[in-house]
């Protein structure tokens, strides 16, 4: 029996919600461990890591309310990209972070790829649907 299109938002958003939502609580528990995958040449990194982090939290919020979900996940696919130079940042510089395995920062690009998509298809689909 194939889901139901309502039935795939729902899923989508909710992973979403705790993606982001998890993500931005990192950037603020975990602050020390944020700022060292931030390239060097972003000024005021902690400040980057902070507002990244409530735009992140500010985002998985908006998804949950169908006025604002198209509006909050633009803005997260704008976040996913504007995030990507530290992501290739850390694949670049794997030896700095020797915790984390090799296979999963290379893992970390054509996943940032589907949740691009994801978001975009989230967007879309919400600012059609009725599913709170």
Same mark, same amino acid.
């Given at each position: 029996?194939?889901?139901?299109?309502?039935?795939?938002?729902?899923?989508?958003? @909710?992973?979403? @919600?705790?993606?982001?939502?998890?993500?931005?609580?990192?950037?603020?528990?975990? #602050?020390?461990?944020?700022?060292?995958?931030?390239?060097?040449?972003?000024?005021?990194?902690?400040?980057?890591?902070?507002?990244?982090?409530?735009?992140?939290?500010?985002?998985?919020?908006?998804?949950?309310?169908?006025?604002?979900?198209?509006?909050?996940?633009?803005?997260?696919?704008?976040? #996913?990209?504007?995030?990507?130079?530290?992501?290739?940042?850390?694949?670049?510089?794997?030896?700095?972070?020797?915790?984390?395995?090799?296979?999963?920062? @290379?893992?970390?690009?054509?996943?940032?790829?589907?949740?691009?998509?994801?978001?975009?298809?989230?967007?879309?689909?919400?600012?059609?649907?009725?599913?709170?």
């Amino acid at each position: 029996m194939p889901i139901s299109s309502s039935t795939s938002l729902r899923i989508a958003l @909710v992973f979403l @919600v705790l993606w982001f939502g998890l993500g931005g609580l990192a950037h603020f528990v975990f #602050t020390a461990a944020e700022l060292r995958i931030v390239p060097p040449w972003v000024p005021w990194p902690r400040a980057m890591v902070l507002v990244s982090g409530a735009f992140e939290l500010l985002g998985a919020a908006g998804l949950l309310l169908r006025a604002t979900r198209p509006w909050a996940a633009w803005g997260l696919f704008a976040l #996913t990209i504007a995030v990507t130079p530290a992501n290739l940042h850390m694949l670049a510089h794997a030896s700095d972070f020797p915790r984390v395995p090799l296979w999963l920062l @290379v893992a970390r690009l054509p996943f940032q790829v589907a949740l691009l998509a994801l978001l975009a298809w989230v967007a879309v689909r919400s600012a059609k649907s009725d599913v709170d």
